[in-house]
């Protein structure tokens, strides 16, 4: 006899039909997932408002996630069936020169799930066991959606280099911004400033123990780095915003020799200023989602608490109100973080 389950379909920019399909079935090296809850991200809005460059549709949306392990295919081994877990979201080719010297997470075939593939917004996900991460019994399933997130500031603080004892400034307080603000301190950042536009986004930056906040708005830039590090001024900046002012800002500001991380996807090229970024001998770089040792690193950091994440969780939606968050996150805007879809 079929099993039969839900799935959400975003058949066209703002529209959900939801199906009741055939579930899949783990094939060899496979395991069968069912989904708990799924967090909703900016990249995910990208694709509600038909603005996401390299999402076709129809598309099964949902990449953050936790799940409980429903059935193993054969060969899999190490994975028990009720366990809890999550799952890398990529799929890579394997042989092409990134995934060759190990960065598979800017693959020259990448696809995500939820984007190019099939995400997991359904009852039942078939992935491969490789992709599986473990999450220790003690998480929550919205602990667990979080790990995807907190992945993205694993990586791409990493690629800020050595952050003890450093100034940091982050750019942009919504979730991203806010957990990669959190592992510049993990890190052993002396002191981080976070600036937003939006006053709910830094309080919540202020609940989870960033350092100083400052509304873009309201203080000038220099006027924020000089009340955060007084003469020392920064040089490490991570831009989560995307808006070409506050990349302008940085630039202008950072101290000589500084590094500027780009996690934000700008809507449109931002201009730069060139002659600054050579004469200061300027480093900025991008980053690009993660690896599994980033996704072990958030598991770890959420399990000890270092990682504060219950400040961060806006509000809750049954799955079969999957369009109706999309409409409460256009709605609330700057007085939102991070929406959560149950499906259990």
């Known amino acids: 006899m079929k099993t039969m389950m839900r799935q959400a379909v ?10 009741n399909t055939e579930a899949p079935v783990p ?5 069968l ?18 603005k996401h460059p390299f999402t076709p549709y129809p598309v099964v949306q949902g990449h953050e996630f936790s799940a409980v392990v429903e059935a193993l295919g054969t060969g899999v081994s190490g994975i028990t069936v009720g366990s809890k877990v999550t799952a890398t979201p990529q799929e890579v080719c394997g042989i092409c020169r990134p995934c060759r010297q190990g960065r598979y997470n800017v693959c020259e075939k990448l696809k995500v799930r939820g984007f190019q593939a099939p995400g997991v917004a359904q009852d039942l996900f078939v992935t491969e066991a490789d992709k599986i991460v473990h999450l220790p019994d003690h998480l929550t399933h919205d602990e667990g959606a979080f790990v ?5 500031a694993a990586h791409s603080t990493g690629r800020a280099g050595d952050l003890k004892g450093r100034n940091v400034v982050v750019a942009g307080a919504g979730p991203i911004g806010n957990l990669a603000a959190q592992a510049c301190r993990i890190r052993g950042a002396r002191r981080v400033l976070i600036t937003d536009v939006s006053d709910y986004r830094l309080s919540v930056a202020q609940a989870v123990g960033i350092d100083v906040v400052s509304n873009a708005r309201k203080e000038p830039f220099e006027a924020a780095v000089k009340r955060a ?20 800002s940085l630039v ?50 959420i399990a000890s608490g270092a990682i504060q994440l219950k400040p961060l969780l806006s509000k809750h939606f049954p799955f079969e109100q999957f369009l109706d968050a999309y409409h409460y996150i256009d709605a609330e805007g700057e007085k939102t973080m991070k929406v959560m879809m149950d499906l259990v």
């Open 148 to 152: 995807e997130p907190v992945a993205v």
């Open 10 to 19: 975003m058949t066209s920019p703002g529209i959900i039909e939801f199906r």
């Open 27 to 31: 094939g060899a090296g496979q395991v």
């Open 229 to 248: 590090f007084g003469d020392d001024g920064f040089d490490v900046a991570m831009d989560a915003a995307g808006v070409p002012a506050s990349l302008s």
């Open 33 to 50: 997932l069912r989904i708990q809850r799924i967090g909703i991200c900016g990249s995910d809005m990208h694709v509600y408002h038909g």
């Open 252 to 301: 202008s500001r950072i101290d000589k020799g500084g590094r500027i991380v780009i996690l934000a996807v700008f809507s449109a090229p931002p201009p730069v200023d060139m002659s600054v970024l050579c004469e200061h001998e300027l480093t900025v770089c991008g980053t690009m989602m993660y690896r599994h040792e980033d996704y072990r690193q958030a598991v770890e950091w």
